[in-house]
């Protein structure tokens, strides 16, 4: 078995937690904030945004104007990284989640609820496969997220394709970088 956890490269010298599992039961390795951080809760973000709509519900918005919306006010969620990456045998990816007790104790969840660490993200010319925790913070409090701190887990899995999969384009970036709208 191939798979394996390591630091990258801007954390090379620096003490960070590789992942682990709490118990031999476990199925999920805990994943462990690389530094420190707050996190403002999120309807503050929506407040401050002060977008200028009239009336009391925005107006639809294709992707890409909500891709853009979201940057110009900030409303991108918080990206926790966890210093590490991940080499994954072919066939298999990395499955993230928050730790439940993030999000009953916390208040805080997973933007995109599940992330997904592909095998061939490790490595990537974008950021060297540094995995990253999406989070929303949905409680009233700014919460201090410290070094060290246990945020996520992620659980190695298989995963298939289809018989007439013909699929040969290879990966050349980072976060969404298998996305390709049509215009």
Same mark, same amino acid.
């Given at each position: 078995?191939?798979n394996?956890? $390591? ?15 709490? #118990?031999?039961?476990?199925?999920g390795?805990?994943?462990f ?9 999120? $309807? ?6 002060k ?15 909500a891709? $853009? ?9 918080n990206?926790?990284? #966890? ?22 104790k ?18 990537? $010319?974008?950021?060297? =496969? ?13 919460i201090?997220i ?7 887990? =992620? ?11 013909? #699929?040969?384009?290879?990966? #050349?970036?980072?976060f =969404? ?6 215009k």
């Amino acid at each position: 078995m191939a798979n394996r956890f $390591e630091k990258v490269s801007r954390y090379k010298n620096a003490k960070i937690k590789i992942p682990v599992r709490a #118990t031999k039961g476990s199925a999920g390795y805990d994943f462990f904030a690389a530094e420190d951080m707050y996190i403002m809760p999120y $309807e503050i973000k929506i407040q401050n945004a002060k977008m200028g709509y009239e009336g009391a519900v925005p107006p639809p918005l294709t992707l890409d104007k909500a891709e $853009e919306m979201t940057k110009r006010y900030n409303l991108r969620p918080n990206l926790i990284s #966890t210093g590490v990456k991940c080499k994954l045998d072919k066939g298999k990816f990395l499955m993230l989640c928050v730790r439940s007790s993030i999000a009953l104790k916390c208040g805080m969840n997973l933007a995109n609820c599940v992330g997904i660490i592909d095998e061939d993200y490790y490595n990537n $010319e974008a950021n060297e =496969g540094e995995i990253f925790l999406q989070i929303y913070n949905f409680s009233p409090f700014t919460i201090r997220i410290n070094k060290g701190d246990k945020i996520g887990q =992620g659980i190695i899995m298989s995963y298939d394709t289809v018989e007439d999969d013909n #699929t040969l384009k290879e990966r #050349t970036g980072g976060f =969404g970088s298998t996305t390709e709208r049509e215009k």
